[in-house]
């Protein structure tokens, strides 16, 4: 099977980064990103990555186009809304296949407006209100027509506050306030077949309209509501919808969008790929989808990469309270180790261990990971077996750091330190691999 260039663009969102996940693992693919020089996080995840200027800039599509052809890019996947309809709308002048729905389709579904007035008489929406409100229509919601996330988006109790949110957007929408719960309804349609799958999911907690706690449901009748939008809009690959419940219980649609959603990596875990299977409906490729069953939880934080200008070609490896902690082997120090070996870097273990060593790393299953293993029997300081310039050493022992760092100069790091090298930017891991 051939490897694909995919760009995602732009890298560092919500969206870019699930791309990340769902794509770096997968054989079929060859991941690149790309967005502006502003820091974001796009840098630190994709192990190659290109700046290119935002859509509102006058040479965005150029630049574009040039680096598409340089990485002889065949997919890209746009990564926010905006970016959908302008790469949607510039197809024909990009080499390359952008995966979204039809243009026609991206232009309604971002305007909610334009999207309620299309599936009014095939799902509940929300009341819109164009004339001044009663009084008894309060509380309601303001929010732009065009928007992402909960960008812009007010309640509002009285008509001095109506006043002072509508003046605060461009496009205000004046909705009826929803009160119930709200759930995402993660989509994979073929163009021939209709929808493959169609999962709901609550939205429990959210962070800025990303769902950071969610969690796999059942909902009554979600199939054919994802019908319905399929079929209006002629939707293909991966997009979702979400509903929320009126004061009367009954679900109302809130949005749809032509697009990976951040929190798709809850269904993506049972067995649904988004990307990966947009990619392959665009080929053509009959698909089946297999599902673990069960409910799953999903909560998400804050996750930290880290750049540096380390450079070391031996890693030295303390055995007792660092590779082995409380009893049992520290799988962040046997990331570490792997992560080294690939990029050629020696490991060596350096321990002072009191019983069996062949037999303890027997029993641990950490026999012939090492390069070279130095057993010290005497109170020699573990400096005097450290020869290589370019080492470093990981130990829990204060002591045995501090020793070091002052006789050889080299970086020393405890168990609580060593995320700097395992959780380093992709692109740094890129650069010493290549």
């Known amino acids: 099977m051939s490897v694909r260039n995919v760009l995602v663009f732009p890298a560092g969102t919500e969206i870019g980064l699930e791309i990340h996940q769902a794509l770096s ?9 790309a967005g502006v020089g502003t820091p974001n996080h796009g840098p630190f995840a994709f192990e190659r990555h290109f700046s290119l200027p935002l859509i509102t ?7 574009l186009i040039a680096l598409c052809q340089k990485l002889s890019i065949d997919y890209i996947f746009p990564a926010y809304d905006d970016v959908i309809v302008a790469l949607a709308n510039a197809q024909q002048y ?12 991206c232009l309604v579904t971002r305007s909610k407006r334009a999207t309620y007035a ?22 309601l919601i303001v929010k732009p027509d065009r928007g992402q996330g909960s960008q812009g988006v007010a309640l509002v109790r009285t008509q001095a506050e109506l006043v002072l ?9 004046v909705c009826e306030f929803l009160p119930g719960d709200e759930f995402t309804v993660d989509c994979f349609s073929d163009r021939d077949r209709g929808v493959l799958f169609a999962g709901a999911r609550a939205r429990r907690r959210t962070r800025n309209g990303i769902s950071v706690n969610t969690v ?6 979600v199939d054919e509501m994802a019908r319905s939008i399929q079929a209006a809009f002629q939707l293909r690959g991966a997009w979702f919808f979400q509903m929320k419940r009126a004061t009367d219980g009954r679900l109302s649609l809130l949005e749809v969008a032509p697009r990976i959603a951040g929190s798709m990596s809850l269904h ?8 990966l299977l947009t990619i392959l409906e665009h080929e053509r490729v009959r698909l089946d989808i297999l599902l673990n069953a069960g409910e799953i939880e999903l909560d998400r934080a804050l996750r930290n990469r880290y750049r540096h200008k380390i450079v070391f070609s031996v890693l030295y490896i303390d055995l007792d309270d660092t590779l082995l902690l409380r009893g049992q082997v520290n799988p962040e120090a046997v990331r570490l180790i792997f992560q080294c070996r690939n990029l050629g870097v020696k490991v060596k273990l350096i321990t002072r261990h009191a019983g069996d060593l062949g037999q303890t790393l027997k029993q641990f299953y950490l026999s012939g990971i090492f390069d070279e293993i130095i057993h ?4 020699r300081p573990k400096s005097d077996f450290i020869v290589e310039t370019e080492a470093i050493l990981v130990d829990d022992s204060f002591s045995e750091r501090f020793e070091a760092h002052q006789r050889l100069g080299i970086y020393t790091f405890d168990g609580s330190m060593i995320e700097l090298l395992t959780e380093q930017a992709q692109s740094l891991l890129g650069q010493k691999n290549g």
Request: with cysteine.
């Open 376 to 379: 010290i029997k005497d109170g």
């Open 268 to 275: 993506r875990v049972i067995g649904v790929n988004f990307p």
């Open 165 to 173: 949110a509508m003046g605060a957007l461009s496009e205000p929408l």
């Open 118 to 139: 299309a599936l009014q008489n095939m799902l509940r929406v929300p009341k819109i209100f164009d004339d001044v409100p009663d009084a008894k229509d309060y509380p």
């Open 216 to 221: 796999t449901v059942e909902i009554d009748d």
């Open 57 to 63: 800039e006058p040479n965005w599509l150029e630049e």
């Open 94 to 105: 990009i080499p390359a296949v952008v995966l979204t729905a039809p243009l026609d389709a």
């Open 25 to 33: 693992h997968c054989k079929e693919v060859r991941l690149f990103g």
